[in-house]
């Protein structure tokens, strides 16, 4: 079984920096993507980052030039690198793993932005 722990939400000021860390925990193989998503109050969860296993990145427009998303494929571990955070970031954010056919989702974690 496929656990994700998630680690480094919080409160933070507008204009200031925040990384989220996911780690998968378990029995994995065939990896294609671990990534970030997120769900505001009220609106649907979207795609903040993905990170596929050959390298290729992927973000939201919204969040273009100001986050990144790396990733330690020995440590099945990703990170996402959250700066010049705005209020409309506010948000619970969810780690994706896509792996042999599955997908699996962490619990999230909830970042507030204070303006």
């Known amino acids: 079984q496929v656990q994700l722990v998630e680690s480094g939400g919080g409160l933070v000021q507008a204009g200031g920096s925040l990384r989220l860390s996911c780690a998968a925990l378990g029995s994995i193989s065939s990896i294609n993507s671990m990534g970030w998503y997120r769900q505001a109050p009220g609106k649907h969860r979207e795609m903040v980052a993905r990170h596929s296993t050959v390298g290729s990145t992927d973000y939201a427009d919204s969040v273009k030039g100001r986050f990144a998303i790396s990733r330690d494929n020995a440590k099945n571990t990703v990170y996402l690198q959250m700066n010049s955070l705005k209020p409309e970031d506010t948000a619970v954010y969810y780690c994706?793993?896509?792996?042999?056919?599955?997908?699996?989702w962490g619990k999230g974690t909830l970042i507030t932005v204070s303006s």
């Open positions: 994706m793993l896509s792996y042999a056919g599955n997908l699996s």
